[in-house]
């Protein structure tokens, strides 16, 4: 470690580095920045990105009591006044006051007019997003983790509420569980896989669209969802491509609450494959395999070994892919690298990776001509696919 620091010590990268370093540090270049024409709109820019993250906890709390007060709810049906959506929330008119100004300050409510309010943008599009939703209740117990960072970094992963949710995920300290071993798990019934499975659901919509918009299902003739939850990405899949044979692939506890939810979808023909990928091979027969949120969720060695099951489950010519938020996605690092890397760390396994992590990761697992297919909004899912 110190021989290195010793070398990049003479580079000349890191030389810049600690120059710009001095001046943006320095009193006098912000002041002189911030009343210089030609600087002035970027170190304003600079200093508001700064304070959103500095604030951010507020937003986040802001967004939370609005939703929790039924402002978004109440106000997707209509106007309403301040009073009126005080009374609904059991607020004082005063509180509910102070809770629509901080509302507003991020978009989510607005004035019509005076003493009338309806959504604002933000809150008009999260008031249909049922995804978002699920995910501003469930980030409750992931900022209950968070509540003191660095116990939680001292602690080691998987020592809070986020992986005691994910049932799935090693009990801190431990290996993961087998499948096989019901006492291993925190929790194999429906009980323990349901509350997951649920918020999968609700938030998979927006993976769908954007995976299916990226890629053409129509050329395959039998794709397997791998941690397929109940189905819903395979739901989707259905509608844009009523003709392709489905087969889904979870532990059998998710498999057994899919089923219902697929017939009731009039999807009862998709096949429902039960086991755990970790001690399980996948079953052969699909054309195309589909890992989507999997990857990131699991350490090294297990993605290592999920993706050879995968190679030989596939024919020659088949066809994997890999969805989901990855590391270092340009204008989305905070998405990778710090939410979904924290994430993770409180829930007790996996982390994010970059493209050319999967590439490399694929390589190594016998895939050929790895590559990313784009995908509009990579925020919400970048998409790695690969052929056996
Ligand atoms: C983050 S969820 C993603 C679900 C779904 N693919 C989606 O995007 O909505 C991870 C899924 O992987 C499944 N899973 C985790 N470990 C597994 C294992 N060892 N074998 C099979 N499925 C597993 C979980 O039950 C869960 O349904």
């Known amino acids: 470690m110190a021989e290195t620091s010793e070398k990049a010590g003479k580079s000349l990268w890191l030389r810049w580095l600690l120059a710009r370093n001095r001046v943006l540090a320095s009193p006098a270049f912000q002041r002189f920045a911030m009343r210089n024409i030609l600087f002035r709109r970027t170190a ?18 802001a967004l939370t009591a609005a939703v929790d007060a039924g402002v978004i709810r109440r106000l997707a049906q209509g106007p309403a006044s301040a009073a009126e959506l005080a009374e609904a929330a059991g607020l004082e008119p005063a509180a509910m006051q102070r809770l629509l100004g901080a509302a507003r300050a991020i978009d989510l409510v607005e004035l019509a007019a005076p003493y009338l309010w309806v959504l604002g943008q933000r809150g008009a599009a ?57 006492a291993s798990w925190q929790g194999s019934g429906d009980g323990a896989v349901a509350p997951y499975s649920a918020l999968m659901a609700a938030s998979q919509p927006m993976v769908a669209e954007q995976v299916l918009d990226a890629h053409d299902f129509g050329r395959h003739r039998r794709l397997m969802d791998v941690g397929g939850g109940h189905g819903a990405f395979l739901a989707a899949v259905a509608q844009r491509h ?33 086991g755990s990928f970790r001690d399980d091979p996948l079953p052969p027969g699909a054309d195309a395999i589909s890992l989507v949120r999997i990857c990131h969720d699991h350490d090294d060695g297990v993605v290592r070994a ?14 994997l892919l890999i969805a989901e938020p990855m590391a270092g996605t340009p204008g989305a690092e905070v998405m990778g690298d710090a939410y979904f ?16 992590d999967y590439v490399a990761l694929l390589g190594e697992a016998g895939f050929a001509g790895a590559r990313e297919v784009p995908t509009a909004l990579p925020m919400v899912t970048r998409l790695v696919v690969a052929r056996r």
């Open 44 to 61: 304003r820019f600079h200093a508001n990105s700064m304070f959103a993250v500095i604030t951010g906890f507020v937003q986040t709390k």
């Open 126 to 182: 999260l008031s249909t997003n049922q995804g978002a939703l699920a995910m501003i209740e469930h980030h409750k117990i992931f900022y209950d983790d968070l509540a003191d960072p660095i116990a939680m970094l001292k602690g080691g992963r998987g020592q809070g509420k986020l992986a005691a949710f994910w049932t799935y995920a090693p009990a801190a300290g431990q290996g993961q569980p087998a499948a096989s071993d019901e």
């Open 242 to 274: 009523p003709g392709l044979e489905l087969a889904l692939f979870d532990l059998p506890a998710v498999v057994a609450g899919a089923a219902p939810k697929l017939a009731a979808a009039g999807l009862a023909k998709v096949a429902l494959n039960g």
């Open 306 to 319: 999920l993706l050879k099951k995968a190679h030989a489950a596939l024919p020659p010519g088949g066809t």
């Open 341 to 356: 890397g924290l994430y993770l760390w409180a829930m007790g396994s996996g982390r994010p990776r970059t493209v050319a």
